[in-house]
């Protein structure tokens, strides 16, 4: 028995647990987007796969509906795929365990896809129907969208000749997303020089935090398990003189999620005792758990022993500058909107660190989001200074555009008012600091009008992710209505 039958709209859900049952992370999509181009070949419908393996599926107009202008129907197929360090869930392999928990649908150990496993439901449920009243679709499913927008970067829109689109990738029902910020992806590099240092080898491990997405979740000023990780190092050789050596770091999942876990393997020489580093340790995890009460109080360090013997590990200079670059590096909000009350204009986020001891590397890697493409590119040049400054090598990629609030838009127009005649009430509409593909649409399409919407979702990017049912149900009745009045 599937675990969601019986949840209403059924093919909405039907296909939603089937996505579910195939990995989909990003950078492992071969398999869903084959699944996509199987539904629509299933269903006699024309569909396009590119080399990105971006899916484009195109119906047919309904009865009456043939002189209409086609509509775009967009989402993405990635998931930030996040599970508990405790579970050891590979998610490259495994499905989803998802379960219900009153009105919302959650993964068991690991995040649920609900962005934007979702508004792929909802684009097969529109596509399998037989009954609903709507104008020429092409439903656009991308790649890669949570590393970057590589999927929406390398697609040819002139497959497509509509000039309306909706996005189905917001988090917040009866909020429209009517523009967003910019991005890109920030990487630094940095060589240390080994040594063979002999001790106690030891695992310390920052962990309970929220999490969620860098973008939406920014704002609320959560812990950075990197962050922190590298803060409790520093203050535990500088301020303590706890004498150690670094092996290794490994912190995060993806440069867009905040990282919840972060750990580092030391070696503890053998004259320098135990339980004063447990002591030293606890002190500076009481100072910053004392910080966190409010905005994140599951904060929890732990320490594993890994034995004794003789380590390769970084050289006194290298482990000093290591944690000097993360630390030095900003990280978090860095401006709010001075138009838009309560929106961050820009920011950046260390979303992961990754030590890699054949190449004697280390790798920073964050999200930095901006709403003005200048103060975007002023923030890269100001991480490249910084990290330079420490001699490691840097990068930007996947820079993506961000999507301009229109002041005239007849679909945000229509968006707005059969929403109001199904609820009596006014939606909101904004700009969000999140990015959304419409920018990659909207260069790619002259003359392109688009709005985001979406049911609620909760936690997004993080294991604690969950999915509104009754939302799901909402939104779904108000996009046929919406395609009805298309």
Not at 292 to 321: I, N, Y
Request: with cysteine; aromatic share 6%; charged share 25%.
């Amino acid at each position: 028995m599937a675990v969601l039958e019986g949840l209403e709209p059924k093919n909405v859900w039907t296909f939603f647990e089937e996505l579910c049952g195939i990995p989909h992370g990003s950078g492992n999509l071969r398999a869903i987007s084959d699944h996509l181009v199987a539904f629509a070949k299933e269903r006699g419908l024309e569909v396009i796969q590119d080399e990105a393996l971006n899916v484009i599926i195109k119906k047919p107009a309904s009865a009456g509906y043939e002189g209409k202008p086609p509509v775009i129907l967009q989402g993405h197929m990635d998931m930030v795929a996040v599970c508990t360090p405790e579970s050891g869930i590979d998610m490259k392999v495994t499905p989803l365990q998802i379960y219900t928990e009153g009105d919302r649908v959650r993964a068991k150990d690991t995040s649920l896809g609900g962005d934007d496993g979702v508004a792929v439901a909802m684009c097969m449920a529109v596509l399998d129907s037989d009954d609903l009243a709507h104008p020429p679709l092409e439903v656009v499913i991308t790649t890669e969208e949570e590393t970057g927008m590589d999927g929406a970067r390398a697609l040819d829109a002139s497959h497509l000749s509509g000039k309306r689109l909706i996005n189905l990738d917001s988090e917040d029902e009866g909020v429209f997303m009517v523009g967003c910020a910019g991005g890109a992806r920030f990487h630094a590099r940095y060589m240390y020089e080994k040594v063979k240092r002999s001790g106690m080898k030891l695992q310390l491990t920052v962990g309970g935090l929220k999490g969620g997405h860098s973008g939406v979740m920014i704002h609320e000023e959560r812990g950075n398990a990197n962050v922190l990780l590298a803060r409790i190092l520093y203050t535990l050789y500088r301020k303590m003189g706890q004498d150690f050596s670094l092996c290794s770091v490994d912190g995060g999942v993806a440069d867009n999620a905040i990282p919840a876990n972060a750990s580092a393997v030391i070696v503890l020489p053998s004259d320098n005792p135990l339980p004063e580093f447990e002591a030293a340790l606890k002190s500076v995890e009481e100072e910053i758990a004392a910080e966190l009460k409010t905005r994140d109080p599951g904060f929890a360090v732990t320490l594993t022993d890994l034995g004794r013997g003789t380590f390769e590990s970084f050289d006194e200079s290298s482990m000093k500058h290591a944690i000097k670059l993360i630390l030095s590096l900003p990280n978090g909000v860095q401006a709010m909107s001075p138009d838009v009350k309560g929106l961050v204009e820009t920011s950046l986020n260390l979303g992961t660190l990754q030590t890699d001891g054949s190449s004697q590397t280390l790798q920073l890697s964050y999200a930095v989001r901006s709403s003005v493409e200048s103060a975007k590119n002023h923030l890269n040049d100001r991480l490249r200074m910084i990290a330079k400054s420490f001699g490691a090598v840097t990068a930007v990629q996947g820079s993506y555009p961000g999507w301009q609030y229109a002041k005239e838009s007849p679909l945000r127009d229509l968006c707005v008012r059969v929403f109001e005649d199904m609820y009596g009430k006014t939606p909101v509409v904004e700009a969000i600091h999140a990015g959304v593909e419409c920018g990659f649409f909207a260069g790619k399409i002259p003359g392109l009008d688009c709005i985001s919407l979406g049911p609620d979702m909760e936690e997004i990017h993080s294991t604690g992710e969950a999915l509104s049912i009754s939302s799901t149900k909402r939104v779904y009745e108000y996009l046929c209505e919406l395609l009805k009045a298309m």
